[in-house]
C-alpha cells in the first residue's frame, strides 16, 4: 500500500506487510503482517503507523521505517 498525504481508509479488507510512502524512497517495514477491514483507517505519525479500526480503537503496529534505493535505466 502506498500511503500518501493526511491517511487512506480501507476500501476493502487488505494484508498489509510493507507501507510505502509517497516519495517512494522510503518504507515502514512491518514486523507482522497487518490486517485491515473495510472502514478502518491508516496514517503515518511519529516515525511510524497509526491504524484507526472502525470501532474508533487506535493501534500503532511494530515496524521500522527503511529506505528503499531504487536504479532506472533507460533502455
Partial sequence: ??????GVTAPRM??????EFESGCSVFELERPLFLN??????????????ER???DRERPAGAMATVYRRWRLL
Fill in 1 to 6: 500500500m502506498i500511503l500518501t498525504g493526511e
Fill in 14 to 19: 487488505l494484508l498489509l506487510n510493507r507501507i
Fill in 38 to 51: 473495510a472502514g478502518d483507517r491508516l496514517w503515518a505519525a511519529d516515525g511510524g503507523v497509526v491504524v
Fill in 54 to 56: 472502525a470501532s474508533g
